[in-house]
């Protein structure tokens, strides 16, 4: 038998009221607008959030459809500054495949009569460069996490680890090519043998690179590092 909650529908307006409650707790001086008419009515926003950045947020329930959702997110980009689409969890993989990879993604769900929010990180060039941009703090926070490196050598930090110019005997590297025999039984050998060579005569002096010990992965940190609006932050309400 199913419970009350696997009956439950998540409709529109659970999902607005959650979304709602969040974006008050957030910024209670904001402005919150249903409906908003977007690009003189050819579309419309399901709830706007203007706090001196705009934000839209477009609304996808159990009852409700993707076929439009490509057109209604060129429609959200071309008003808004940032966008996250807030679905029943239905919806998330193809939502994932009509809108743009800087939107954020929040999936609501029915829990024990209650409609909760939780934000789904997308894992992306783009977000990371729209994260790292809007809260350079948190960069910051995740590079203090991680051990020390080697920094990349350039030419002239090659030239100075070599004490003493080291010279390559041509005629006795071609001798050693020659010697092996051809064939695709040999081509590992011969491979090797290669990158022997252009080992011995770029990188003769080069310390072996050291494995890095585990650091804590970017999201950890962020979560830690600064509470900030979504959709670039875990949201549970």
């Known amino acids: 038998m199913q419970n009350k909650n696997s009956l439950a529908c998540l409709l529109d307006q659970n999902i607005r009221e959650a979304l709602k409650r969040t974006l008050r707790e957030q910024d209670s001086s904001a402005a919150i607008i249903d409906e908003l008419p977007l690009l003189r009515g050819r579309g419309r926003a399901d709830l706007a959030f203007v706090n001196g950045e705009m934000w839209g947020f477009e609304i996808k329930s159990e009852a409700d459809s993707l076929v439009r959702l490509g057109v209604q997110a060129d429609n959200y980009e071309s008003v808004f500054e940032f966008n996250t689409i807030v679905a029943a969890r239905k919806h998330l993989r193809l939502a994932r495949k009509k809108i743009p990879t800087n939107w954020g993604i929040i999936e609501a769900r029915q829990i024990d009569g209650e409609t909760r929010l939780h934000h789904k990180y997308r894992l992306s060039k783009e977000f990371l460069f729209e994260f790292t941009k809007q809260h350079p703090e948190v960069l910051k926070a995740y590079k203090e996490t991680l051990p020390d490196k080697a920094k990349p050598l350039n030419d002239v930090s ?80």
């Open 158 to 237: 090659i030239e100075d680890r070599q004490q003493a110019p080291r010279e390559a005997a041509a005629s006795d590297s071609h001798r050693k090519l020659e010697e092996i025999p051809t064939g695709t039984d040999n081509a590992d050998l011969y491979h090797r043998t290669i990158l022997g060579l252009l080992t011995e005569i770029f990188y003769p002096w080069l310390t072996p690179l050291q494995p890095l010990s585990r650091a804590p992965g970017f999201f950890g940190v962020v979560g830690d590092a600064v509470n900030f609006l979504i959709p670039f932050a875990e949201v549970f309400a």
